[in-house]
């Protein structure tokens, strides 16, 4: 078995300035879609694929193990990142790599290391079928995932190019890995995301199914995301297995195979980034009508590292709309619980309430004055209608209707004078006596 590839980077029709980068050479191909402002995107993806190729070796037919590969991706995290602390316009810079190297041969058998970080892709086209190797670490793929929004709303989402890891940004990266095992007819495909949202899945499938040789099919690619538009850089890598055909072929499903993390993380690292859930992966499979056949599936474990929880400006505003809103409740309540006037007994005493009798919510009413005129000197139906709580938009609304009761005798029980040596079973008669008067 050997391979055969093509290779090829485009600006494209409206970008300044080509920020990809791309390597091809024997047993090490990779493409690298930089990111980060004042040409900081295309120093980022230089950097990554310059320190790949210097710690692999270069060239050659190198191979190498995952421990390698993963080891090599991290020093090219470290080479970016350390530019972007040491040069203040770079800061924040980060590039996409997707990487597949020839690794080590296990008795012979010619094997493949895919690696990725970021929404660059690998495909498979094998027996007439496209399909995507790699998982995209991006805002739309994890909404896909989520099942919050389609794979063909992800196509047409404005924060489609917007990825959720990238190699430099931060001092630790979290690298997906595959090995696969080719097959004699396999046309791997390395791509940026210049050439998938120009080009669908249909039309990829075609233009590698048509293309005589791995350059041929790399240019027409090109040309392909151009016809689209061209509105990002375009980078692909096509890579072709030729040689003596192995006796059987394996399923797909076997041949590519997730591996476990490297031992690249520093120690007590890896648990953060490990999770043990297992999720199924479909591959995208574009030449199967939309028929009840299953799609082709990969069991692959799950890596991706705990989300770091950022306070973005959504979620400020998010917080500060519901403090304005429990604010303005508040504000409602209360001025509700506090409004108004009425009449009333504060302990037996008649008095002039603020607020709403019973209170609303913690808003309770409270005693703006009190009257020399008690309950017991009372009429029972001035009594009465002072109860019922009659309210007033102010207290003097309440005094007027208050001083009215006070003034009119009539509102007064008669004042019964008792003798001091009337007994008080007397006193009693008396009294029930004048309460049932006129
Ligand atoms: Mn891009």
Known sequence: MELHWGAA???GLVRPANEDAVLAEDGLYAVADGMGGHAAGEVASSIALATLRDHLGGGGGASVDSERLTDAIRTANDAVHQRAVDQPRLRGMGTTLTVIAVATSEGGQLRLLLANVGDSRAYLYADGRLRQLTRDHSYVAELVAAGEISAEEALV????HVVTRALG????????????TPETGDRFLLCSDGLVNEVDDDAIAALLANAEDPQDAADRLIVAANAHGGRDNITVVVLDVAGAAPADAAPLEARVVEQALGGWLPAGIGDEFASNATIEVPLTDPSSTATTTTQPRVTTTDREPRRKRRLTGATVIFVALVVAVLVAAFVIVAAYGRSGFYAGFDDGTVAVFQGRPGGVLWFQPTVEERYDLTRDALQPEVVDRIEANPRYSSAGGVARFLDQIADDPDS??????????TTARTTSTTSTTAESGP
């Not at 007064?412 to 040596?421: E, F, G, R, S, Y």
């Open 157 to 160: 989402h404005p924060h489609r």
């Open 169 to 180: 940004v931060e001092p630790l990266v979290a690298v997906d890995t595959w090995l696969v």
């Open 9 to 11: 980077t485009d600006t």
């Open 412 to 421: 007064l029980l008669p004042v019964v004078t008792v003798p001091p040596t």
